[in-house]
Protein backbone atom coordinates (compact mmCIF):
# COMPACT_ATOMS: atom_id res chain seq x y z
CA UNK A 1 0.00 0.00 0.00
CA UNK A 2 3.38 2.12 0.03
CA UNK A 3 2.20 5.21 -2.13
CA UNK A 4 4.40 6.26 -4.57
CA UNK A 5 2.42 8.16 -6.65
CA UNK A 6 3.03 11.60 -7.40
CA UNK A 7 -0.53 13.25 -8.38
CA UNK A 8 -1.99 11.66 -5.19
CA UNK A 9 0.33 13.30 -2.79
CA UNK A 10 -2.18 15.07 -0.71
CA UNK A 11 -4.29 12.10 -0.10
CA UNK A 12 -3.16 9.46 1.99
CA UNK A 13 -4.18 5.38 0.84
CA UNK A 14 -7.25 4.85 3.01
CA UNK A 15 -7.49 1.20 3.68
CA UNK A 16 -8.95 -1.16 0.98
CA UNK A 17 -8.45 1.81 -1.73
CA UNK A 18 -5.54 0.91 -4.68
CA UNK A 19 -4.24 2.65 -7.26
CA UNK A 20 -4.61 1.92 -10.97
CA UNK A 21 -3.16 3.67 -13.98
CA UNK A 22 -4.97 5.06 -16.80
CA UNK A 23 -3.56 4.95 -20.27
CA UNK A 24 -5.45 7.53 -23.01
CA UNK A 25 -4.51 7.42 -26.37
CA UNK A 26 -5.12 11.33 -27.19
CA UNK A 27 -5.53 13.23 -29.82
CA UNK A 28 -6.47 16.84 -30.57
CA UNK A 29 -8.80 16.41 -33.94
CA UNK A 30 -8.76 14.86 -36.94
CA UNK A 31 -5.25 14.41 -38.47
CA UNK A 32 -3.57 15.95 -35.56
CA UNK A 33 -0.95 13.16 -33.84
CA UNK A 34 -1.46 10.70 -31.26
CA UNK A 35 0.11 10.09 -28.01
CA UNK A 36 -0.44 8.21 -24.97
CA UNK A 37 -1.23 10.04 -21.49
CA UNK A 38 -0.98 8.37 -18.40
CA UNK A 39 -3.20 9.08 -14.91
CA UNK A 40 -2.94 7.76 -11.91
CA UNK A 41 -6.63 7.05 -9.56
CA UNK A 42 -7.18 5.80 -5.97
CA UNK A 43 -10.06 3.22 -6.32
CA UNK A 44 -11.49 1.17 -4.09
CA UNK A 45 -13.29 -2.03 -4.26
CA UNK A 46 -16.82 -2.16 -4.19
CA UNK A 47 -16.91 1.99 -5.03
CA UNK A 48 -18.45 0.66 -8.98
CA UNK A 49 -16.24 2.79 -10.67
CA UNK A 50 -16.55 2.79 -14.44
CA UNK A 51 -14.52 4.22 -17.26
CA UNK A 52 -16.60 7.18 -17.52
CA UNK A 53 -16.42 7.86 -13.63
CA UNK A 54 -12.65 7.93 -13.99
CA UNK A 55 -12.58 9.94 -16.64
CA UNK A 56 -14.75 12.80 -14.93
CA UNK A 57 -12.19 12.40 -12.10
CA UNK A 58 -9.57 12.43 -14.41
CA UNK A 59 -11.22 15.73 -15.59
CA UNK A 60 -11.66 17.27 -12.53
CA UNK A 61 -7.88 17.30 -12.12
CA UNK A 62 -6.55 16.71 -15.36
CA UNK A 63 -2.52 15.75 -14.00
CA UNK A 64 -0.74 13.25 -15.74
CA UNK A 65 1.60 10.86 -13.63
CA UNK A 66 4.70 12.99 -14.86
CA UNK A 67 3.08 15.91 -13.02
CA UNK A 68 2.30 17.85 -16.37
CA UNK A 69 -1.52 19.54 -16.31
CA UNK A 70 -3.13 18.73 -19.42
CA UNK A 71 -6.56 19.14 -21.40
CA UNK A 72 -9.17 16.94 -19.96
CA UNK A 73 -9.48 13.85 -22.08
CA UNK A 74 -12.26 14.31 -24.55
CA UNK A 75 -15.09 11.09 -24.57
CA UNK A 76 -18.83 10.22 -25.51
CA UNK A 77 -21.24 8.77 -23.16
CA UNK A 78 -25.47 8.56 -23.06
CA UNK A 79 -27.11 5.89 -21.57
CA UNK A 80 -24.93 5.02 -19.35
CA UNK A 81 -26.47 1.27 -19.08
CA UNK A 82 -25.24 -0.36 -22.31
CA UNK A 83 -28.00 0.28 -24.71
CA UNK A 84 -27.05 3.31 -26.18
CA UNK A 85 -23.27 2.43 -27.52
CA UNK A 86 -22.31 6.42 -27.93
CA UNK A 87 -19.71 5.45 -24.70
CA UNK A 88 -18.09 2.27 -27.19
CA UNK A 89 -14.28 2.47 -27.08
CA UNK A 90 -11.17 0.34 -26.93
CA UNK A 91 -10.43 -0.85 -23.24
CA UNK A 92 -7.37 -2.92 -22.94
CA UNK A 93 -7.20 -3.57 -26.29
CA UNK A 94 -11.00 -5.11 -27.19
CA UNK A 95 -13.97 -3.05 -27.98
CA UNK A 96 -16.64 -2.53 -25.62
CA UNK A 97 -18.98 0.31 -23.76
CA UNK A 98 -16.97 2.08 -21.57
CA UNK A 99 -20.04 2.79 -19.32
CA UNK A 100 -20.39 -1.00 -18.31
CA UNK A 101 -16.40 -1.21 -17.79
CA UNK A 102 -16.09 -1.53 -13.98
CA UNK A 103 -12.42 -1.00 -12.98
CA UNK A 104 -13.12 -3.92 -10.21
CA UNK A 105 -13.50 -5.99 -13.46
CA UNK A 106 -11.10 -4.60 -15.44
CA UNK A 107 -8.14 -3.94 -12.82
CA UNK A 108 -8.75 -5.41 -9.46
CA UNK A 109 -5.17 -5.41 -8.30
CA UNK A 110 -3.11 -2.42 -7.13
CA UNK A 111 -0.92 -0.83 -9.48
CA UNK A 112 -3.31 -2.48 -12.62
CA UNK A 113 -3.10 -0.32 -16.03
CA UNK A 114 -6.10 0.30 -17.94
CA UNK A 115 -5.72 1.70 -21.62
CA UNK A 116 -8.69 3.43 -23.27
CA UNK A 117 -8.48 4.20 -27.06
CA UNK A 118 -10.63 5.13 -29.67
CA UNK A 119 -12.06 2.57 -32.03
CA UNK A 120 -9.90 2.16 -35.14
CA UNK A 121 -12.35 1.90 -37.86
CA UNK A 122 -13.71 5.17 -37.65
CA UNK A 123 -12.38 8.57 -37.76
CA UNK A 124 -11.53 10.06 -34.51
CA UNK A 125 -13.11 13.88 -33.62
CA UNK A 126 -10.73 14.26 -30.60
CA UNK A 127 -9.42 11.73 -28.05
CA UNK A 128 -11.82 8.88 -27.39
CA UNK A 129 -14.48 10.47 -29.12
CA UNK A 130 -15.39 9.29 -33.33
CA UNK A 131 -17.72 9.76 -36.37
CA UNK A 132 -19.59 6.61 -36.06
CA UNK A 133 -21.63 8.00 -39.48
CA UNK A 134 -21.02 5.56 -41.48
CA UNK A 135 -22.26 2.83 -39.06
CA UNK A 136 -25.69 4.64 -40.17
CA UNK A 137 -24.60 5.21 -43.66
CA UNK A 138 -24.21 1.52 -43.61
CA UNK A 139 -28.08 0.99 -42.21
CA UNK A 140 -29.04 2.90 -45.34
CA UNK A 141 -27.49 1.10 -47.80
CA UNK A 142 -30.13 -1.79 -46.84
CA UNK A 143 -32.79 0.14 -45.89
CA UNK A 144 -32.70 -0.97 -42.57
CA UNK A 145 -36.60 0.78 -41.50
CA UNK A 146 -39.91 -0.04 -41.98
CA UNK A 147 -41.22 1.74 -45.43
CA UNK A 148 -44.36 3.59 -43.83
CA UNK A 149 -44.21 7.66 -44.32
CA UNK A 150 -47.25 8.33 -42.07
CA UNK A 151 -48.97 10.31 -44.73
CA UNK A 152 -52.23 8.12 -44.22
CA UNK A 153 -53.77 5.44 -42.28
CA UNK A 154 -52.63 2.19 -43.30
CA UNK A 155 -54.60 0.34 -40.97
CA UNK A 156 -53.51 -2.83 -38.61
CA UNK A 157 -50.06 -4.39 -39.57
CA UNK A 158 -49.78 -8.03 -40.17
CA UNK A 159 -49.75 -10.09 -37.52
CA UNK A 160 -46.07 -11.64 -36.16
CA UNK A 161 -46.11 -15.22 -34.98
CA UNK A 162 -44.62 -15.47 -31.50
CA UNK A 163 -41.71 -17.53 -33.34
CA UNK A 164 -40.68 -14.42 -35.16
CA UNK A 165 -41.28 -12.09 -32.65
CA UNK A 166 -38.60 -14.40 -30.61
CA UNK A 167 -35.84 -14.32 -33.33
CA UNK A 168 -36.60 -10.48 -34.48
CA UNK A 169 -36.79 -9.59 -30.50
CA UNK A 170 -32.93 -10.12 -29.94
CA UNK A 171 -32.18 -8.39 -33.69
CA UNK A 172 -34.18 -5.48 -32.46
CA UNK A 173 -31.52 -4.84 -29.47
CA UNK A 174 -29.15 -3.65 -31.70
CA UNK A 175 -27.75 -0.03 -30.41
CA UNK A 176 -25.31 0.09 -33.56
CA UNK A 177 -22.58 0.83 -31.23
CA UNK A 178 -20.03 -0.36 -33.91
CA UNK A 179 -18.53 -3.19 -31.66
CA UNK A 180 -18.89 -6.23 -34.02
CA UNK A 181 -17.38 -3.48 -37.02
CA UNK A 182 -14.49 -2.49 -34.80
CA UNK A 183 -13.30 -6.26 -33.93
CA UNK A 184 -14.20 -7.60 -37.72
CA UNK A 185 -11.00 -7.87 -39.95
CA UNK A 186 -13.45 -7.55 -42.88
CA UNK A 187 -14.65 -3.86 -41.87
CA UNK A 188 -11.62 -1.66 -42.62
CA UNK A 189 -11.06 2.10 -42.37
CA UNK A 190 -12.29 4.21 -44.84
CA UNK A 191 -10.21 7.20 -45.39
CA UNK A 192 -12.71 8.65 -48.13
CA UNK A 193 -16.91 8.49 -47.62
CA UNK A 194 -17.03 7.19 -51.43
CA UNK A 195 -15.64 3.91 -51.16
CA UNK A 196 -17.94 3.21 -48.13
CA UNK A 197 -20.72 2.18 -50.36
CA UNK A 198 -18.57 -0.46 -51.83
CA UNK A 199 -16.70 -1.27 -48.70
CA UNK A 200 -18.12 -4.15 -46.39
CA UNK A 201 -21.40 -3.27 -44.60
CA UNK A 202 -20.42 -5.11 -41.44
CA UNK A 203 -22.48 -7.80 -39.47
CA UNK A 204 -24.69 -4.70 -37.96
CA UNK A 205 -26.19 -4.20 -41.15
CA UNK A 206 -26.65 -7.39 -42.05
CA UNK A 207 -28.44 -8.67 -38.66
CA UNK A 208 -30.73 -5.32 -39.70
CA UNK A 209 -31.66 -6.40 -43.06
CA UNK A 210 -32.60 -9.64 -41.79
CA UNK A 211 -34.53 -7.85 -38.89
CA UNK A 212 -36.73 -6.00 -41.35
CA UNK A 213 -36.57 -8.52 -44.21
CA UNK A 214 -38.88 -10.50 -41.03
CA UNK A 215 -41.34 -7.45 -40.71
CA UNK A 216 -44.78 -7.99 -41.79
CA UNK A 217 -44.35 -4.46 -43.58
CA UNK A 218 -40.92 -4.53 -43.97
CA UNK A 219 -40.78 -7.20 -46.10
CA UNK A 220 -41.84 -5.22 -48.73
CA UNK A 221 -38.31 -3.49 -49.70
CA UNK A 222 -37.23 -6.87 -48.93
CA UNK A 223 -35.51 -7.74 -53.14
CA UNK A 224 -34.08 -4.00 -52.30
CA UNK A 225 -31.67 -5.07 -49.37
CA UNK A 226 -31.30 -8.42 -51.28
CA UNK A 227 -29.87 -6.54 -53.63
CA UNK A 228 -27.34 -4.63 -51.80
CA UNK A 229 -26.32 -7.68 -49.71
CA UNK A 230 -25.48 -9.52 -52.71
CA UNK A 231 -23.73 -6.61 -54.26
CA UNK A 232 -20.10 -5.06 -53.20
CA UNK A 233 -19.30 -5.35 -49.89
CA UNK A 234 -22.02 -7.17 -48.94
CA UNK A 235 -22.99 -10.68 -47.39
CA UNK A 236 -20.51 -12.54 -49.26
CA UNK A 237 -17.49 -9.79 -48.10
CA UNK A 238 -18.01 -11.79 -44.77
CA UNK A 239 -14.25 -13.33 -43.77
CA UNK A 240 -16.36 -15.73 -41.20
CA UNK A 241 -13.94 -14.64 -38.69
CA UNK A 242 -16.44 -14.26 -36.39
CA UNK A 243 -15.22 -12.04 -33.83
CA UNK A 244 -18.82 -10.02 -34.18
CA UNK A 245 -20.40 -12.34 -32.84
CA UNK A 246 -18.44 -12.38 -29.63
CA UNK A 247 -17.36 -9.03 -28.96
CA UNK A 248 -21.14 -8.00 -29.11
CA UNK A 249 -22.60 -6.92 -26.38
CA UNK A 250 -26.37 -7.53 -26.47
CA UNK A 251 -25.29 -11.11 -27.44
CA UNK A 252 -27.30 -10.92 -31.02
CA UNK A 253 -26.48 -13.97 -33.15
CA UNK A 254 -24.68 -11.91 -35.82
CA UNK A 255 -23.24 -14.99 -37.42
CA UNK A 256 -26.76 -16.82 -37.61
CA UNK A 257 -27.82 -13.19 -39.30
CA UNK A 258 -25.19 -14.00 -41.91
CA UNK A 259 -25.56 -17.10 -42.24
CA UNK A 260 -29.42 -16.31 -43.21
CA UNK A 261 -28.78 -13.55 -45.42
CA UNK A 262 -26.23 -15.74 -47.72
CA UNK A 263 -29.17 -17.90 -47.58
CA UNK A 264 -31.54 -15.75 -48.87
CA UNK A 265 -29.01 -14.14 -51.18
CA UNK A 266 -28.55 -17.80 -52.53
CA UNK A 267 -32.34 -18.15 -53.32
CA UNK A 268 -33.17 -14.78 -54.50
CA UNK A 269 -29.82 -15.47 -56.50
CA UNK A 270 -31.39 -17.81 -58.25
CA UNK A 271 -34.90 -16.67 -58.58
CA UNK A 272 -33.80 -14.10 -60.18
CA UNK A 273 -31.50 -16.15 -62.70
CA UNK A 274 -34.33 -18.74 -63.85
CA UNK A 275 -37.13 -15.18 -64.06
CA UNK A 276 -37.38 -13.63 -67.34
CA UNK A 277 -37.28 -9.82 -67.22
CA UNK B 1 -22.70 9.40 -49.51
CA UNK B 2 -25.99 9.91 -51.56
CA UNK B 3 -27.21 6.94 -53.34
CA UNK B 4 -24.38 6.34 -55.68
CA UNK B 5 -26.15 3.31 -57.56
CA UNK B 6 -27.68 5.43 -60.19
CA UNK B 7 -24.64 8.44 -60.52
CA UNK B 8 -21.70 6.10 -60.45
CA UNK B 9 -21.32 3.68 -63.19
CA UNK B 10 -20.52 0.09 -61.86
CA UNK B 11 -17.16 -2.04 -62.91
CA UNK B 12 -17.53 -5.26 -64.01
CA UNK B 13 -16.39 -6.61 -60.76
CA UNK B 14 -18.78 -4.49 -59.60
CA UNK B 15 -21.78 -5.92 -61.61
CA UNK B 16 -21.02 -8.92 -61.04
CA UNK B 17 -20.02 -9.14 -57.72
CA UNK B 18 -22.01 -12.08 -56.06
CA UNK B 19 -21.35 -14.48 -59.17
CA UNK B 20 -17.42 -13.97 -58.68
CA UNK B 21 -17.71 -14.66 -54.87
CA UNK B 22 -19.91 -17.31 -55.41
CA UNK B 23 -17.65 -19.31 -58.21
CA UNK B 24 -14.93 -18.92 -56.02
CA UNK B 25 -16.24 -20.48 -53.03
CA UNK B 26 -17.53 -23.05 -55.77
CA UNK B 27 -14.06 -23.75 -57.30
CA UNK B 28 -12.54 -24.66 -54.05
CA UNK B 29 -14.42 -27.24 -53.68
CA UNK B 30 -14.92 -28.61 -57.11
CA UNK B 31 -12.69 -29.23 -59.32
CA UNK B 32 -10.02 -28.27 -56.59
CA UNK B 33 -11.09 -30.11 -53.78
CA UNK B 34 -12.32 -33.27 -54.71
CA UNK B 35 -8.77 -33.36 -56.72
CA UNK B 36 -6.95 -32.79 -53.22
CA UNK B 37 -9.19 -35.52 -52.25
CA UNK B 38 -8.28 -37.93 -54.98
CA UNK B 39 -4.50 -36.71 -54.99
CA UNK B 40 -4.05 -37.51 -51.41
CA UNK B 41 -5.62 -40.83 -51.20
CA UNK B 42 -4.00 -41.89 -54.19
CA UNK B 43 -0.59 -40.91 -53.45
CA UNK B 44 -1.43 -41.71 -49.38
CA UNK B 45 -0.87 -45.22 -50.69
CA UNK B 46 2.58 -45.31 -50.59
CA UNK B 47 2.21 -46.65 -47.06
CA UNK B 48 -1.01 -48.35 -47.40
CA UNK B 49 -0.63 -50.01 -50.80
CA UNK B 50 -0.15 -53.40 -49.74
CA UNK B 51 -3.64 -53.42 -47.98
CA UNK B 52 -4.92 -51.79 -51.05
CA UNK B 53 -3.53 -54.64 -53.72
CA UNK B 54 -5.93 -57.15 -51.43
CA UNK B 55 -4.41 -60.86 -52.36
CA UNK B 56 -2.31 -59.42 -55.02
CA UNK B 57 0.39 -57.81 -52.19
CA UNK B 58 0.31 -60.95 -50.06
CA UNK B 59 3.88 -61.85 -50.56
CA UNK B 60 5.42 -58.35 -50.71
CA UNK B 61 6.39 -56.30 -47.65
CA UNK B 62 4.12 -53.03 -47.12
CA UNK B 63 6.97 -51.20 -49.02
CA UNK B 64 6.93 -53.22 -51.97
CA UNK B 65 3.25 -53.12 -51.83
CA UNK B 66 3.20 -49.38 -51.54
CA UNK B 67 5.89 -48.69 -54.39
CA UNK B 68 3.43 -51.34 -56.87
CA UNK B 69 0.53 -50.23 -55.72
CA UNK B 70 1.70 -46.34 -56.25
CA UNK B 71 2.70 -47.20 -59.69
CA UNK B 72 -0.46 -49.21 -60.50
CA UNK B 73 -2.12 -45.73 -59.90
CA UNK B 74 -0.40 -43.32 -61.89
CA UNK B 75 0.10 -45.57 -64.74
CA UNK B 76 -4.05 -45.78 -64.18
CA UNK B 77 -3.90 -42.00 -64.36
CA UNK B 78 -2.15 -41.82 -66.95
CA UNK B 79 -2.63 -44.21 -69.14
CA UNK B 80 -6.51 -45.19 -68.31
CA UNK B 81 -8.13 -42.11 -67.11
CA UNK B 82 -10.14 -40.59 -70.24
CA UNK B 83 -10.07 -36.57 -71.14
CA UNK B 84 -7.09 -36.38 -68.88
CA UNK B 85 -6.08 -33.44 -70.41
CA UNK B 86 -9.31 -31.50 -70.36
CA UNK B 87 -9.17 -32.46 -66.72
CA UNK B 88 -6.08 -30.74 -66.28
CA UNK B 89 -7.26 -27.33 -68.48
CA UNK B 90 -10.11 -27.68 -66.11
CA UNK B 91 -7.85 -27.53 -63.28
CA UNK B 92 -5.64 -25.03 -63.72
CA UNK B 93 -8.99 -22.62 -64.92
CA UNK B 94 -10.31 -22.82 -61.86
CA UNK B 95 -6.91 -23.05 -59.84
CA UNK B 96 -6.11 -19.88 -61.03
CA UNK B 97 -9.32 -18.22 -61.05
CA UNK B 98 -9.53 -19.08 -57.16
CA UNK B 99 -6.35 -18.13 -56.40
CA UNK B 100 -6.14 -14.70 -58.12
CA UNK B 101 -9.54 -13.63 -56.96
CA UNK B 102 -8.56 -15.50 -53.45
CA UNK B 103 -5.67 -13.24 -53.46
CA UNK B 104 -7.19 -10.34 -53.95
CA UNK B 105 -10.26 -10.79 -51.73
CA UNK B 106 -7.95 -11.64 -48.80
CA UNK B 107 -6.36 -8.44 -49.69
CA UNK B 108 -9.55 -6.55 -48.45
CA UNK B 109 -9.05 -7.62 -45.16
CA UNK B 110 -6.64 -6.62 -42.07
CA UNK B 111 -5.87 -9.41 -39.57
CA UNK B 112 -6.42 -8.59 -35.96
CA UNK B 113 -5.53 -12.00 -34.00
CA UNK B 114 -3.56 -10.07 -31.85
CA UNK B 115 -6.41 -8.12 -30.15
CA UNK B 116 -8.91 -11.01 -30.86
CA UNK B 117 -7.25 -13.75 -30.44
CA UNK B 118 -10.57 -16.23 -30.86
CA UNK B 119 -10.14 -19.88 -32.60
CA UNK B 120 -12.05 -18.81 -35.64
CA UNK B 121 -10.48 -15.46 -35.96
CA UNK B 122 -7.43 -17.43 -35.96
CA UNK B 123 -8.46 -19.76 -38.77
CA UNK B 124 -9.96 -16.25 -40.74
CA UNK B 125 -5.88 -15.26 -40.84
CA UNK B 126 -4.45 -19.01 -41.21
CA UNK B 127 -7.42 -19.54 -43.91
CA UNK B 128 -5.22 -16.21 -46.03
CA UNK B 129 -1.84 -17.48 -44.88
CA UNK B 130 -2.51 -20.80 -45.82
CA UNK B 131 -3.46 -19.67 -49.52
CA UNK B 132 -0.96 -17.71 -50.16
CA UNK B 133 1.70 -20.26 -49.46
CA UNK B 134 -0.58 -22.71 -50.71
CA UNK B 135 0.05 -21.52 -54.35
CA UNK B 136 3.62 -20.78 -54.25
CA UNK B 137 3.73 -24.74 -52.84
CA UNK B 138 1.73 -25.98 -56.02
CA UNK B 139 3.71 -24.21 -58.32
CA UNK B 140 6.56 -25.43 -56.98
CA UNK B 141 5.54 -29.02 -56.69
CA UNK B 142 4.05 -28.74 -60.16
CA UNK B 143 7.25 -26.81 -61.88
CA UNK B 144 9.57 -29.06 -60.31
CA UNK B 145 7.79 -32.36 -60.96
CA UNK B 146 6.49 -31.78 -64.09
CA UNK B 147 7.59 -28.74 -66.05
CA UNK B 148 11.37 -30.38 -64.91
CA UNK B 149 12.56 -26.95 -62.94
CA UNK B 150 15.45 -29.09 -61.61
CA UNK B 151 17.67 -26.25 -60.49
CA UNK B 152 14.42 -26.50 -57.57
CA UNK B 153 15.28 -29.83 -56.49
CA UNK B 154 18.42 -30.94 -54.22
CA UNK B 155 20.08 -32.94 -56.27
CA UNK B 156 17.94 -32.61 -59.45
CA UNK B 157 15.88 -35.68 -59.68
CA UNK B 158 13.33 -35.64 -62.72
CA UNK B 159 9.80 -36.92 -61.48
CA UNK B 160 9.12 -40.04 -64.02
CA UNK B 161 5.27 -41.46 -64.13
CA UNK B 162 7.02 -44.88 -64.86
CA UNK B 163 9.13 -44.92 -62.02
CA UNK B 164 6.72 -42.71 -59.84
CA UNK B 165 7.88 -43.45 -56.53
CA UNK B 166 11.67 -43.81 -56.23
CA UNK B 167 11.92 -40.27 -58.62
CA UNK B 168 9.75 -38.73 -55.66
CA UNK B 169 11.83 -40.00 -53.10
CA UNK B 170 14.62 -39.06 -55.02
CA UNK B 171 13.11 -35.02 -55.17
CA UNK B 172 12.30 -35.48 -51.80
CA UNK B 173 15.49 -36.69 -49.99
CA UNK B 174 17.62 -34.83 -52.23
CA UNK B 175 19.61 -38.18 -53.33
CA UNK B 176 19.80 -41.41 -52.85
CA UNK B 177 20.48 -40.95 -49.19
CA UNK B 178 18.83 -37.82 -46.97
CA UNK B 179 20.69 -34.67 -47.37
CA UNK B 180 20.04 -31.71 -45.56
CA UNK B 181 18.18 -29.63 -48.21
CA UNK B 182 16.13 -32.86 -48.96
CA UNK B 183 15.52 -32.57 -45.38
CA UNK B 184 14.14 -29.32 -46.12
CA UNK B 185 12.31 -29.94 -48.81
CA UNK B 186 10.70 -32.58 -47.02
CA UNK B 187 9.67 -30.54 -44.32
CA UNK B 188 8.62 -27.75 -46.85
CA UNK B 189 6.50 -30.45 -48.12
CA UNK B 190 4.53 -31.65 -44.51
CA UNK B 191 3.71 -28.04 -43.76
CA UNK B 192 2.56 -26.83 -47.32
CA UNK B 193 0.16 -30.19 -47.59
CA UNK B 194 -1.26 -29.58 -44.27
CA UNK B 195 -1.37 -25.91 -45.00
CA UNK B 196 -3.41 -27.37 -48.02
CA UNK B 197 -5.85 -29.43 -46.32
CA UNK B 198 -6.32 -26.97 -43.75
CA UNK B 199 -7.92 -24.52 -45.81
CA UNK B 200 -9.37 -26.65 -47.83
CA UNK B 201 -11.04 -28.12 -44.51
CA UNK B 202 -11.63 -24.71 -43.49
CA UNK B 203 -12.88 -23.48 -46.31
CA UNK B 204 -16.05 -25.94 -46.74
CA UNK B 205 -16.37 -25.13 -43.22
CA UNK B 206 -16.86 -21.08 -44.10
CA UNK B 207 -18.52 -21.97 -47.84
CA UNK B 208 -21.25 -23.48 -45.89
CA UNK B 209 -21.97 -20.44 -44.18
CA UNK B 210 -21.58 -18.20 -47.14
CA UNK B 211 -24.18 -20.40 -49.46
CA UNK B 212 -26.67 -20.34 -46.26
CA UNK B 213 -26.48 -24.10 -45.66
CA UNK B 214 -25.86 -23.73 -41.62
CA UNK B 215 -27.46 -20.73 -40.49
CA UNK B 216 -27.92 -21.96 -36.52
CA UNK B 217 -24.76 -21.79 -34.18
CA UNK B 218 -25.17 -25.67 -33.88
CA UNK B 219 -25.65 -26.23 -37.56
CA UNK B 220 -22.39 -24.60 -37.82
CA UNK B 221 -20.94 -26.19 -35.33
CA UNK B 222 -22.22 -29.67 -36.56
CA UNK B 223 -20.90 -29.10 -39.71
CA UNK B 224 -17.55 -28.05 -38.61
CA UNK B 225 -17.19 -31.34 -36.72
CA UNK B 226 -17.68 -33.13 -40.23
CA UNK B 227 -15.60 -30.56 -41.59
CA UNK B 228 -12.97 -31.25 -38.88
CA UNK B 229 -13.29 -34.72 -39.30
CA UNK B 230 -12.65 -34.53 -43.17
CA UNK B 231 -9.65 -32.52 -42.86
CA UNK B 232 -8.19 -35.15 -40.18
CA UNK B 233 -8.51 -37.82 -42.79
CA UNK B 234 -6.89 -35.95 -45.12
CA UNK B 235 -4.55 -34.90 -43.08
CA UNK B 236 -3.36 -38.26 -42.33
CA UNK B 237 -3.17 -39.13 -45.95
CA UNK B 238 -0.97 -36.43 -46.49
CA UNK B 239 0.98 -36.85 -43.83
CA UNK B 240 1.18 -40.54 -45.09
CA UNK B 241 2.69 -39.82 -48.39
CA UNK B 242 5.00 -37.02 -47.56
CA UNK B 243 6.12 -39.56 -44.72
CA UNK B 244 6.05 -42.47 -46.59
CA UNK B 245 8.19 -40.86 -50.17
CA UNK B 246 10.80 -39.09 -47.54
CA UNK B 247 11.09 -42.34 -45.75
CA UNK B 248 11.83 -44.47 -49.12
CA UNK B 249 15.01 -45.86 -50.28
CA UNK B 250 14.89 -44.76 -53.82
CA UNK B 251 17.40 -48.00 -54.97
CA UNK B 252 14.63 -50.09 -53.35
CA UNK B 253 11.87 -48.32 -54.57
CA UNK B 254 13.42 -48.55 -58.01
CA UNK B 255 13.98 -52.67 -58.00
CA UNK B 256 10.24 -52.98 -57.17
CA UNK B 257 9.14 -50.55 -59.70
CA UNK B 258 11.41 -52.62 -62.33
CA UNK B 259 9.81 -56.28 -60.99
CA UNK B 260 6.36 -54.37 -61.83
CA UNK B 261 7.40 -53.20 -65.39
CA UNK B 262 9.01 -56.77 -65.77
CA UNK B 263 5.31 -57.73 -65.18
CA UNK B 264 2.80 -55.61 -66.46
CA UNK B 265 4.72 -52.81 -68.22
CA UNK B 266 5.71 -52.60 -71.85
CA UNK B 267 9.81 -53.36 -72.61
CA UNK B 268 9.46 -49.20 -73.21
CA UNK B 269 9.81 -48.63 -69.14
CA UNK B 270 12.45 -51.45 -68.51
CA UNK B 271 14.61 -49.75 -70.88
CA UNK B 272 14.06 -46.42 -69.70
CA UNK B 273 15.35 -48.22 -66.11
CA UNK B 274 18.14 -49.67 -68.47
CA UNK B 275 21.37 -47.56 -66.85
CA UNK B 276 22.07 -50.21 -63.86
CA UNK B 277 25.13 -46.99 -62.81
CA UNK B 278 23.24 -45.54 -60.57
CA UNK B 279 20.50 -48.20 -60.06
CA UNK B 280 21.12 -50.95 -57.92
CA UNK B 281 21.70 -54.59 -58.54
CA UNK B 282 19.08 -56.77 -59.62
CA UNK B 283 16.85 -58.69 -56.89
CA UNK B 284 18.01 -62.37 -57.38
CA UNK B 285 14.85 -63.42 -56.83
CA UNK B 286 13.02 -61.72 -59.46
CA UNK B 287 11.20 -64.65 -61.41
CA UNK B 288 10.13 -65.46 -58.06
CA UNK B 289 8.79 -62.69 -57.66
CA UNK B 290 7.17 -62.35 -61.20
CA UNK B 291 5.09 -65.67 -60.73
CA UNK B 292 3.74 -64.49 -57.48
CA UNK B 293 2.22 -61.04 -58.35
CA UNK B 294 -1.08 -61.97 -60.60
CA UNK B 295 -2.08 -59.36 -63.41
CA UNK B 296 -4.35 -56.60 -62.25
CA UNK B 297 -7.76 -56.17 -63.30
CA UNK B 298 -8.30 -59.42 -64.42
Redesign the interface.
Known amino acids: MSSTTPTAPSVAPKPGTRTIRIRVKRCEGPGKPERWEEFTLQVSAGDGTNVIAALQRIAAKPVTVEGKNTIPVAWDSGCLEEVCGACTMVVN??VRQSCSALMDTIAPNEGDVVTLEPMSKFPVIRDLVVDRSRVF?NLKRVKAWVPVDGTYDLGAGPKESPETQETRYVLSTCMSCGCCLE?C??F?KQEN??T???A?LGAHAISQARLFNMHGTGKQLEKERLEAL???G?V????????CV??CPKRI?L??S??????????H?VKKLFTLR | ?SS?ETTKPQSF??KN???L??LHSLTGIVPIGVFLIAHLVTNSSILWGKVGMRQAGHDMTMVQGGVTYFQKEVQWINEQVPHLLLIEIILWTALAYHSILGFY?AR?????VT??A?Q??W???L?RISGYIGILFIIYHIGTLRWGWTFLVPGGATWSHEFAASTLALALRGGEDFTAAGVAVSLFYLICVSLLVFHFANGL??AA?????????S??KRWGYVCAGLGAGLMLAAWSAVVGFATLSPAQARDFEKKYHEKYGGPAAVEKLGKPATGPSMNPSTSAVRESVPVQGQ
Not at chain 2, 108 to 112: A, D, I, K, L, S
Not at chain 2, 209 to 217: A, R, Y
Open positions: GKHAPQTPEWDSFAGPGDDCGNAQNKVPTEIGAMGRAVTIA | MAFEHLLRRYTGRTNSYYSNRYTQWTITWGLTISQAQ
